[in-house]
């Protein structure tokens, strides 16, 4: 099992950044690709990113693709989620997950391993 905690939430305005570390510990040398996914009140989480701890394959989703960055350290097991140009959509509890092969990346159900969440707000 791969234990995984979050940090970098937080309260921003409209048009702020945020920057979100994920630490991976435990059997990591199962984990083949982490996830980025957030959930807002009353509705499903959703995919928000991934990346491949080889860095080769990187997704996003089409609302956050141009304003957001993944990206990984290797040596350090952690993964970052650059937020940029943050909206009150954003708003969420962001969680980070981990996936052992190259299954259908947006799908939670990929994912084997969850952190406990961040909370992000945004301002209008």
């Known amino acids: 099992q791969v234990q995984l905690v979050e940090s970098g939430g937080g309260l921003v305005q409209a048009g702020g950044s945020l920057r979100l570390s994920c630490a991976a510990s435990?059997?990591?040398?199962?984990?083949?690709?982490m996830g980025w996914f957030r959930q807002a009140p009353g509705k499903e989480r959703e995919f928000v990113a991934s990346?491949?701890?080889?860095?080769?394959?990187?997704y996003y989703a089409a609302s956050v693709k141009g304003r957001f960055t993944i990206s990984a350290d290797n040596a350090e097991n952690t993964v970052y989620l650059q937020m940029n140009s943050l909206e009150p959509e954003d708003t969420a509890v962001y969680y980070c997950?981990?996936?052992?092969?190259?299954?259908?990346?947006?799908?939670?159900?990929?994912?084997?391993?969850w952190g406990q969440g961040t909370q992000v707000t945004v301002s209008s």
């Open positions: 990346i491949s701890w080889s860095d080769t394959n990187i």
């Open positions: 997950a981990s996936r052992t092969g190259g299954t259908i990346y947006y799908d939670p159900q990929s994912y084997t391993s």
């Open positions: 435990g059997r990591t040398f199962s984990s083949y690709a």
